[in-house]
């Protein structure tokens, strides 16, 4: 591990750090090293993988539009198609036979059918923006008790597929958010006394639910999880999703090459070692954000710009001194080489390749883009420049509360936490990455502060805050975190305040999943990277700090999508 000495030692230009003032936080180093330096992936093989889902695909497609399933046969066979992370394949197919579907629907036809039908119904219909009314699971509940039905507690794959769809609540829908509480107590009630695969998927869902689970890993282990159901359709989405993870992998390896590459040009390990140089964890979630073959671009950036992000949130977590930040904030604020001049030694290169690497992406921006996009794109270069500068000043009033020991009022804090959240900063770099999709009026719906933004955005906040703030408080000066803003504000205890910011994360939820219901404000490709990196949030911060330890989750899904041949 990385010790104060260390830091002097491994680069002259870091002055001896015996000032007491600095908030050291003694990171735990990367956990892979220069490992994925080596990947070398085959152009040829990679061609071949993609080529290799072409007939599974027409097929497929072939299935979808056919006329020979029912509503109840196609909407399980999207269901299969979405948890497999396939549906983007068949967009304009799908679109138009659930709307068809969705006109025709007739309440009463769920009159006779049971909990897992109608979960499953529920799922689909929300997943892709269709409002089924919750009113469809009325009936499992007794009016008169105010209970749900006894013999709803024995259909497990019922309650599980209705626990699902509690997931996909919106405010207001209190039937649902009784459902959650339910159904979440009678499957932990039950889990040890399952068996096979039944057992494994209750198990999952009741740590991940797939709803607020990473697409990617979700897709895989949904493939081994219900490989029997999957069978229902021969084996014709085994054979397409098999090929789609092959060719992922081998695309997924290519890409996280280039970016270790990058890392190990940048020098973050010499330049910045006191902070936390996570290339690949922050691959991970580039590729939580789009995983679609198409955004390649997208999460190489997005996961350049969430490392920059990373090191300069240490540099003013847990190294610089507040004289220090004063100094990076205002060169940040002028954007200019000659205002390095300013800065202490160690923050030179930084501060250089802060502009240098927004200066390449307005050139590969411009090399790459066709028509509108360049437009839209030089924009989004702008505005992400300007939301760096804002992020910065956000930093700065983080480390000047944490320097006074003030706590500020809960709504003060919120309102930079927005800030610190860093989403804009993601966001645009979305807008960036997407330059093939991206049109003026996406740029501008991102700048108009829409609600389902700010939701993201301050779920990560609170999220963070809840599962970080006893880590924080460890090192020389106290972090200041929206539990302390919270107690200080209302006047109540640790445990109440954290209760109370729990509930606001599923009010938060229920913002982002209304925002996706048609007519949503945007496209479904602009909402995508905005969700997901809601469900990214959660489940990196949904026990612990995943981020910062992440010797289980992370690396566990790191191992499965990148290093793990596909079974
Ligand atoms: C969301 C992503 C991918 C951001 C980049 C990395 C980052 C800043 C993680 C949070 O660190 P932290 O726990 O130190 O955050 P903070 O200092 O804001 O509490
Ligand atoms: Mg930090």
């Not at 209750?202 to 890993?217: C, E, I, N, T, Y």
Request: some cysteine; aromatic content about 12%; charged content about 25%.
């Amino acid at each position: 591990m990385a010790t104060r000495e260390s830091y002097s030692t491994l680069n002259g230009n870091i002055k001896a750090t015996t000032d007491p003032m600095r908030p050291l936080a003694n990171f735990p180093p990367s956990i892979w090293g220069d490992r994925f330096l080596s990947l070398s992936v085959d152009t040829y093989e990679l061609k071949a993988c993609a080529k290799a889902i072409e007939a599974p695909k027409e097929e497929l497609r072939r299935l979808i539009i056919s006329q020979n399933l029912d509503s109840n046969e196609k909407l399980c066979l999207f269901n299969y198609v979405y948890r497999l992370g396939l549906t983007y394949l068949f967009v304009e197919e799908v679109q138009g036979q659930l709307d068809k579907l969705f006109k025709e629907l007739n309440m009463k036809d769920y009159d006779n059918a049971d909990l897992y039908t109608i979960s499953t119904n529920f799922q689909v219909f929300r997943q892709h923006g269709y409002k089924l009314s919750c009113d469809v699971f009325n009936k499992f509940k007794d009016y008169r008790s105010c209970k749900f039905h006894e013999y709803t507690v024995t259909d497990v794959r019922g309650l599980l597929s209705f626990y699902e769809s509690t997931q996909l609540r919106i405010r207001g829908e209190s039937i649902l958010d009784e459902a959650m509480e339910f159904t979440k107590a009678q499957l932990t009630g039950v889990v040890d006394t399952l068996q096979g695969n039944l057992a494994k998927q209750v198990k999952h869902a009741l740590v991940s639910p797939f709803h607020r689970g990473m697409k990617m890993v979700e897709a895989r282990l949904y493939f081994s999880l219900y490989e029997e159901e999957l069978s229902t359709y021969d084996s014709l989405i085994t054979k397409l999703a098999k090929a789609h993870f092959n060719y992922l992998r081998l695309l997924q390896r290519q890409e996280l090459q280039i970016l270790t590459k990058w890392g190990k040009d940048m020098e973050f390990q010499v330049i910045t070692p006191y902070a936390r140089n996570r290339i690949p964890d922050l691959y991970l979630w580039g590729l939580g954000l789009y995983y679609e073959p198409p955004y390649s671009q997208a999460r190489i950036i997005t996961s350049k710009i969430a490392q920059l992000v990373c090191v300069l949130d240490d540099t003013y977590d847990a190294y610089a001194t507040i004289e220090e930040l004063r100094l990076l904030t205002d060169a940040i604020n002028r954007w200019e080489i000659s205002a390095m001049e300013q800065l202490p030694e160690y923050l030179k290169p930084l501060y250089k390749i802060l502009l240098n690497e927004h200066t390449e992406l307005e050139k590969q921006l411009s090399k790459n883009g066709r028509g509108n996009s360049v437009t839209a794109s030089k924009q989004a270069v702008v505005y992400h420049s300007s939301h760096f500068q804002e992020l910065a000043r956000g930093y700065l009033k983080e480390a000047e509360w944490r320097h006074r020991g003030q706590v500020p009022s809960f709504q003060e804090y919120m309102k930079n936490g927005l800030i610190t959240s860093t989403y804009n900063v993601l966001f645009k770099s979305s807008v960036m990455g997407m330059s093939e999709i991206v049109t003026q009026e996406a740029l501008d719906w991102y700048e108009s502060h829409p609600k389902i933004l700010e939701a993201t955005g301050l779920l990560g906040r609170l999220y963070n805050d809840i599962t970080t703030f006893q880590f924080e408080a460890k090192r020389a000066q106290k972090q200041v975190t929206s539990v302390d803003a919270y107690m200080n504000t209302f006047g109540v205890p640790e445990i109440v305040a954290v209760d109370e910011l729990k509930n606001m994360l599923q009010d938060f939820w229920k913002d982002i999943n209304e925002g996706c219901l048609k007519p949503t404000e945007v496209s479904i490709e602009i909402l995508a990277p905005v969700v997901n990196l809601a469900r990214m949030t959660d489940v990196v911060y949904r026990y612990t700090d995943r981020f910062t330890f992440p010797e289980k989750t992370i690396e566990e899904y790191i191992t499965l999508l990148i290093i793990d041949p596909i079974p």
